[in-house]
């Protein structure tokens, strides 16, 4: 009977009644150990009893095998695995090791997880419990986390315990319900009713150590009450109280300690494999004398409850106790024999961490077990637990080649797997046993890679550098890949001397003249000479590898550097194309970690077309994925684009305040990210007219190291302030590296950006010539917002020479246009324009989409191509009646009743 807790349990009747209403709750039960947590549980799953209920728990044996807890939770649902979209289908059959015919993606696991368990729920509200989800092997967790995040309109409520440990377990998004000890009455209510007639002394004494914890209250509760009973109680005060769980521990070894001998054996065995069933148990029982009659004593003392295949620990302090108590040749005994009982090829992974559990000394023949371990995890997606027998196998190894090459997969799955100092660790000791410089370069990039988040972008392009350096010469392959993350790391950083020497080691390398490898070298080196400000030399090799990406599919790293090329020379729509194609590649193979990459690029290029709304679309998908996946640089970068977007919506207090929380994050030495949230704000200052303002934080973006990437874009936004403050001797600065690049890169943009830059700093003559120039270059390329930008500034002029009529023509454009694309900060620059000409600016038109989230943006667009709830649910992560709770919402704001009306409008 659960005793107090009111607030809990209302906390938990409410989600449960909202997963019966259809909306979809998760919550974690936090705390130490006894502290009521399991209790808890069984009071939801008691009050759930018109809901399906899914159970399952974390096992600390199993921690290291990929897909363990999951594999416990799903497997009675395995049937239904035909009804999922196929690629998720075939990712959970490899990860429950049903199938051999394809590797588990991680993500693909978490999307199957949610997908499977939304249609269970949608034919019964259903409650979903996870107990110790601590012990749950990583894979397992990850997968239950993604769903857990992603349920919405779903009948299905999420509870998992967590006991507080010296290791944290994480769960980001997720409500959290810390429990704490029981109020002193109630504690007091609880412990008469376990040991009633304890004397006043004993009874003080075990209500004030016990703190509250519910175990500590039963266990040291019935100990002194069997002590007083029996006169066992010595005089005097205990001193010095130990920690609750430790004292329950030692209560539960005093406990086993008073069983007979054969007993303690036969509980130490059980304890060393909590997964295995009973028989396995007295099967391994059996090669030390004991028998299934010695289960009895403990089974009595209500230490184990026994049915027919199982055997379960009341507690899990109580196997902790029974295992650490045995001493460690017992242990090593009982590890061995397991390893000979579990025969059968599904039990390989076990039986192979059975023996090293059993091996102290380096044994090749455990070495290659457990090897063999880590590629079936890592077919199955499990990363930590091929980090966790790789490592084991290196320790393990007798040859120091062996170590090295281990050590290195262990280092690379552990950085996979989010475990960035494991990584780092481990990489170090695969390079200090090897003299082989194809492991010291990887385990060099692995660092590289670490540091990016950890130090800096130059830190990680300086490692990259040295990396590349070493396989330059016998694997030139290699050395391109590494060099592709050391000019990326080089741009953010914006380091031209970085940049140099990447350009350097790149152009010399010999590859084979029919390797393909060619064109992207040449690309890459020519990124030092485009952002030092020599795009000329540049531009050609950029434009081939942009096509190439464009015509061809390659690889997601090779496709954004040249999308990063692509921006440089203005080719904005080239870039879309590119990326998208390589976003819905992303997401139909569950490649989530390149979404916030690819993503943050489309974010860019239709914020420079002037697509606001697409650019919050793809950046609010880049945003959720990064936060989840802890991506922190790349969150940061991100928010520099939501500073630029915030800014054109007109929030200017919002775009300052997100830029105070963003710059920080990219002071250490990410200054192309730092220059773009820099623009952003000035966009703003400029759009509102404050030119004073907007100046200096132009001044800083055009003068600063990162001047000659796609900021470049920035320098007409510098002259208009220039001029428009009246510095116009400022406005010249930069006028010549706008037209180094306007002459060098093909897109029109460029022409008329320079070409209007020509017209503010014009003689009254040419004004004219230049702003007509300008806009026929704006209408060869497909960016409605500069092209308005550049009619207002016309139309300024137009206006100050009293050509009220023809200045009107060129204000009602822009105004039209900043509307039509969410620019309210422009419209009210343009309408104070018309005004001053005694006109009212009258909004014809908005972007249907305007009215939507991001997320309803993105559902409605593929609702409208023809997919379905579930095709759509499967691209984009989430359930299909979350997907329908979204058209639901959507189709009010957009005025439409019905999904086929959708088609009808201009999305």
């Known amino acids: ?329 017992l242990r090593t005994a009982i590890h061995l024999a397991f390893a000979r009982a579990l025969t059968a090829t599904v039990d390989a992974d076990r039986r192979a961490w059975h023996l090293a559990a059993g091996t102290s000394d380096p044994d090749e023949r455990v070495a290659a077990e457990l090897e063999r371990t880590a590629h079936r995890a890592a077919h199955r997606g499990g990363a930590m637990a091929v980090a966790a027998a790789y490592d084991r196998a290196g320790r393990l190894s007798t040859n120091p080649e062996h170590k090295a090459r281990r050590f290195l997969a262990a280092a690379r799955a552990a950085y996979d797997a989010g475990k960035p100092d494991r990584a780092t660790r481990l990489a170090a000791e695969a390079a200090a046993l090897t003299g082989d410089r194809g492991i010291a370069a990887d385990a060099i990039h692995i660092r590289a890679q670490v540091e990016y988040e950890r130090t800096s972008p130059a830190t990680d392009c300086e490692l990259a550098l040295e990396a590349a350096a070493l396989v330059a010469e016998e694997d030139p392959g290699r050395a391109v890949s590494i060099l592709a993350e050391a000019v990326c790391a080089g741009r953010d950083a914006a380091d031209a001397g970085l940049l140099a020497r990447s350009a350097e080691l790149s152009r010399a390398l010999c590859p084979p003249a029919d390797s393909g490898l060619i064109p992207q070298i040449d690309a890459q080196a020519a990124w030092a000479d485009f952002l030092g400000g020599r795009p000329r030399l540049a531009v050609a090799a950029m434009a081939r590898q942009l096509r190439r990406a464009h015509d061809e599919e390659t690889d997601y790293l090779y496709e954004i550097v040249a999308a990063f090329s692509g921006l440089m020379l203005a080719e904005d729509e080239t870039v879309l194309v590119l990326m998208d194609r390589a976003l819905a590649r992303a997401r139909a193979t569950g490649s989530l970690q390149w979404i916030p990459y690819t993503a943050e690029v489309i974010a860019v290029a239709q914020l420079f077309r002037g697509r606001f709304h697409r650019a919050r679309t793809a950046l609010a998908e880049g945003l959720t994925i990064g936060t989840e996946l802890g991506m922190t640089t790349e969150v940061a970068a991100l928010q520099a684009i939501e500073v630029w977007l915030t800014a054109v919506a007109g929030d200017l207090a919002d775009a300052r305040d997100l830029a105070e929380r963003v710059l920080p994050g990219l002071s250490t030495g990410h200054r192309t990210h730092a220059a773009l949230t820099t623009w952003g704000l000035a966009s703003g200052e400029l759009a509102a007219g404050r030119f004073d303002t907007a100046l200096p934080l132009l001044d800083e973006v055009c003068s600063g190291p990162a001047a000659h990437d796609f900021l470049v874009r920035a320098v007409p936004d510098h002259i208009e302030a220039a001029v428009r403050s009246g510095r116009e001797r400022l406005a010249h600065d930069h006028l010549e590296s706008l037209g180094k690049w306007a002459a060098a890169v093909p897109s029109p943009l460029a022409q008329a950006l320079y070409q209007r830059c020509c017209a503010m700093l014009a003689d009254t003559g040419d004004a004219e010539t230049h702003y007509v120039a300008a806009i026929r270059w704006h209408r060869e390329h497909d960016g409605p917002f500069d092209l308005a930008r550049t009619r207002l500034l016309f139309g300024e002029w137009l206006r100050r020479k009293r050509r009220r009529a023809e200045a009107r023509t060129q204000l009602v454009a822009a105004v039209e246009t900043f509307d039509q694309l969410g620019a309210p900060i422009w419209a009210e620059r343009v309408s104070a324009e018309l005004a001053a000409l005694g006109e009212q600016a009258v909004t014809r038109y908005r972007d249907p989409l305007a009215a939507l989230t991001p997320q309803e943006t993105q559902v409605v667009r593929l609702a409208a191509a023809g997919y379905s709830n579930k095709e759509i649910g499967a691209q984009l992560f989430l359930s299909p009646r979350t997907i329908g709770h979204h058209l639901y919402k959507a189709y009010p704001k957009l005025g439409v009743a019905r999904r086929t009306e959708l088609a009808q409008l201009d999305l």
């Open 1 to 329: 009977m659960l005793v107090g807790r009111e607030d809990e349990r209302t906390e938990m009747d409410g989600l449960l009644a909202d997963a019966r209403k259809g909306r979809s709750r998760a919550l974690v039960l936090r705390g130490e150990a006894g502290i009521g947590k399991s209790a808890l549980l069984d009071h939801a799953i008691t009050t759930a009893a018109d809901m399906r209920v899914i159970r399952g728990v974390g096992i600390e044996s199993e921690a290291e095998l990929a897909f363990g807890g999951l594999h416990l939770l799903l497997h009675p649902f395995v049937d239904r695995l035909a009804g999922l979209p196929p690629p998720q289908a075939r990712a959970l059959r490899a990860a429950l090791g049903h199938t051999e015919d394809a590797d588990a993606n991680r993500f693909l696991v978490g999307a199957a997880t949610l997908t499977l368990l939304a249609e269970l729920a949608a034919e019964a509200p259903t409650l979903l419990v996870v107990d110790d989800a601590q012990w749950l092997d990583q894979s397992s967790s990850d997968a239950l986390l993604f769903a857990a995040r992603r349920f919405h309109a779903d009948p299905i409520a999420v509870l998992l315990a967590v006991r507080d440990s010296s290791v944290p377990f994480h769960t980001p998004g997720i409500d959290t319900l810390p429990l704490s000890g029981l109020p002193p009455a109630v504690a007091a209510e609880l412990l008469d009713r376990r040991a009633p007639g304890l004397t006043v002394p004993g009874r003080d004494r075990v209500l004030a150590e016990s703190a509250g914890n519910p175990l500590a209250l039963l266990e040291l509760g019935s100990a002194r009450h069997a002590a007083e009973r029996s006169g066992r109680t010595e005089p005097g005060h205990e001193v010095g109280p130990l920690p609750v769980t430790r004292r329950v521990q030692e209560t539960f070894r005093a406990q086993i300690a008073g069983l007979p001998a054969d007993t303690r054996m036969l509980l130490t065995v059980a304890a060393a494999d909590t997964g295995a069933g009973l028989e396995t148990i007295l099967r391994v029982g059996s090669e030390f004398g004991l028998a299934a009659a010695d289960l009895e004593p403990a089974e009595r003392f209500e230490l184990i409850a026994l049915s027919t295949e199982r055997l379960s620990f009341r507690h899990p302090l109580i196997r902790a106790a029974a295992y650490q108590r045995a001493p460690h040749h």
